[in-house]
């Protein structure tokens, strides 16, 4: 059984990690303004106005990059968000703070937004590209905030050194960042430093009164521990200053289903009860092996209510601190390869996937049937299932390796409200057009807080992945020291958390290995439902 949610953060690097360059100029109006409420416990009176790019032909990876910048905001509170061309005089004013994603090259920017950015005392993140647009507005702009932009550095930058953390840069991201002159250095502080291959460093961003500018896009290329971590915390100084450092772990238990071993669930149980660690058990209620693959060609099919000792040990899970989760109907997808053998816990359910002959999983798309009638059939299926062996009715979703269609998502969001898991985003969700479904175009985001992201849902967040022994499809074996390199690397988000994965199949060594060493670094490990409600 093996897990792909280590893929999700870097689909698509080599297209997200390009600045989009110049383009003919199209009329911004069929986005809509799409507004969102913040996540549970978030302040009821902040408010972000998220502005995108959204011409020409990368108007898709805009609306990307505003979709992840949305995710984000929405920890701290409600927010709008629209393409920055439909802008209008003032329109910030209404807002706790303004977030442009400055995404294509010379996106035309209306003079009312440049006019509003130079006078106003809200805060103004603005990200990467046409910083030159509002400096060219002002007439001082270097004596009022100190510094001016240089032009884009494309030196290797592997390393983002944020208050004192090391994190991580692809050096794939050939887009380069912008380099400045500064001419105040009372006025113009440095929030990051990038670390050039030489060890010589400049400003990854400036602060200077309410502007903070970022000198490239922090969505592309993100894994566990990287500079996007150090945008997702600088977000707190724009838009909760006041808020105390805290840091809270995490642990899921992985893929359990009526095939489970019951010895191995109590173990499990057993030695995290022992350390007062709370933790989460995301199951399947159905196991499916249509082809035979793990019985001699005869093929499987049976529920939980037909594994009455798998039962007895999830139910001791839950009197230990366990929380059940529904992880799918079936984890897999009739009798198809997808992308492997059919078998449970180890394909797609509500995504199709493929592995390509270079060894690596390629997604492909919404699955054929794609609709709100069977995914509530689905999970209908499911309850049904729970409700027969005696279990509870689980309360938290996450699909199969992470992996739906914005239709998926939106109606997974219906009948629950709560994912745990990482997203796949698509462009239209956030400007209310007409989805493209298109692997290319899609994004995947990890959180390392709580959001309510743009489908509605709350999403308990998983940011550091989980234990592989061994290399597969491309990706290395990563250990118990690679995921608490991960969560000291988070340590650099105030009230940020660590949160991981486990198979139970792997025993207690690598659980206790990577638990202890996490509570070493000063994180407390937390229940899912205490991420879902008020601090």
């Not at 870097?10 to 799409?34: D, E, F, H, Q, S």
């Not at 049976?302 to 039962?311: D, G, N």
């Not at 390509?356 to 689905?378: E, F, M, W």
């Not at 996450?398 to 219906?414: G, M, R």
Request: charged share 20%; net charge negative.
């Amino acid at each position: 059984m093996r897990k792909l949610s280590a893929l999700l953060g870097l689909v698509l690097a080599a297209v997200l990690g390009l600045a989009a360059p110049a383009a003919p100029a199209l009329a911004a109006t069929t986005a809509k303004t799409v507004s969102g409420a913040g996540a549970t416990g978030s302040s009821a009176s902040t408010k972000t106005l998220v502005l995108y790019d959204y011409t020409g032909e990368y108007a898709w990876l805009g609306e990307d990059y505003g979709m992840m910048a949305t995710n984000l905001v929405s920890h701290f509170g409600a927010w709008t968000a629209h393409p920055v061309g439909t802008y209008t005089k003032g329109e910030l004013e209404k807002y706790s703070a303004v977030v442009y994603v400055g995404s294509t090259y010379d996106e035309p920017i209306p003079t009312a937004f440049l006019d509003d950015v130079l006078s106003t005392s809200k805060p103004v993140v603005w990200l990467y590209d046409n910083i030159w647009q509002l400096t060219a507005r002002s007439a001082d702009f270097a004596t009022k905030y100190g510094y001016t932009w240089k032009g884009f550095d494309v030196s290797t930058v592997a390393e983002v050194d944020y208050k004192g953390t090391a994190l991580t840069r692809d050096t794939r991201n050939l887009a380069g960042i912008m380099d400045y002159a500064v001419y105040d250095s009372t006025k113009a502080v440095s929030v990051a430093d990038a670390v050039r291959a030489d060890g010589s460093k400049f400003p990854w961003g400036i602060k200077s009164g309410n502007l903070t500018y970022i000198g490239e896009i922090p969505f592309s290329y993100i894994t566990s521990n990287d500079r996007y971590l150090a945008f997702s915390d600088l977000l707190y100084d724009v838009l909760a200053p006041k808020a105390a450092a805290r840091h809270r772990a995490l642990v899921r238990i992985e893929d359990v289903g009526p095939d489970a071993d019951p010895a191995e669930l109590r173990a499990i149980a057993d030695y995290l009860s022992s350390k007062k660690v709370p933790f989460t058990v995301a199951v399947y209620s159905r196991y499916r092996d249509p082809k035979g693959v793990n019985n001699n060609g005869k093929a499987e099919d049976y529920t939980l209510r037909q594994r009455p000792l798998v039962v007895s040990a999830l139910k001791y899970m839950q009197s230990k601190g366990g929380t059940l989760l529904m992880h799918g109907y079936t984890h897999q997808l009739d009798a198809l390869n997808n992308p492997y053998d059919g078998v449970s816990a180890n394909d797609f359910e509500f995504f199709r996937a493929h592995v390509d002959a270079n060894d690596a999983v390629i997604y492909d798309g919404p699955v054929k049937n794609d609709s709100a009638l069977n995914v509530t059939a689905r999970v209908t299926a499911s309850r049904a299932d729970w409700l027969m062996a005696g279990l509870s009715q689980p309360t938290i979703f996450e699909p199969p390796h992470y992996a739906a269609s914005a239709l998926d998502y939106k109606t997974i969001n219906t009948l629950f409200g709560v994912r745990y898991d990482r997203g796949l985003y698509f462009p239209g969700v956030l400007s209310g057009t007409t989805v493209d479904n298109r692997v290319a175009h899609m994004v995947g985001q990890f959180f390392p807080y709580t959001v309510r992201d743009v489908y509605g849902s709350t999403i308990i967040p998983e940011n550091i992945g989980n234990i592989e022994p061994e290399p597969f499809n491309q990706h290395p074996a990563v250990l118990p020291a690679d995921l608490i390199a991960n969560a000291k690397a988070n340590l650099a988000v105030r009230d940020g958390v660590a949160s991981f994965f486990y198979h139970p199949y792997l025993g207690t060594s690598y659980l206790k290995s990577t638990v202890e060493g996490i509570q070493s670094l000063g994180y407390t490990f937390v229940s899912a439902s205490s991420m879902t409600t008020v601090a």
